[in-house]
């Protein structure tokens, strides 16, 4: 009656289940599956076939990205953020504004 029905035949990435794994052993496999959208089994599988080492092909573990490339996206992200402060900001005082006015 309450059950979920989820699409077949997803592909996932290796990196992708390997992170669903670790967070899975970080806050439960139950929450980790909502969080991430798939069936809970899925989740329930890839902890046993990683407990295996089974999961993924040897090598599928995450790309480590030099440095300076992770501290070149983090400058980026950080703009964003400031930028979309400042967009709400303004977002703010204008609804501020508007709301005055209406009275």
């Not at 900001?89 to 006015?101: L, T």
């Amino acid at each position: 009656m309450g059950k979920k029905e989820y699409t077949s035949n997803r592909q996932y990435t290796d990196e992708f289940k390997i992170e669903a794994v670790r967070l899975a052993a970080s806050i439960g496999g139950n929450p980790a599956a909502k969080r991430l959208g798939i069936p809970q089994s899925t989740v329930t599988n890839w902890v046993r076939r990683s407990k295996a080492g089974t999961l993924g092909e040897p090598g599928a573990a995450p790309v480590k990205r030099p440095v300076s490339e992770l501290e070149i996206e983090n400058t980026r992200l950080r703009r964003e953020l400031a930028n979309a402060k400042l967009d709400l900001e303004i977002v703010k005082k204008a609804a501020a504004y508007f709301a005055r006015e209406s009275r």
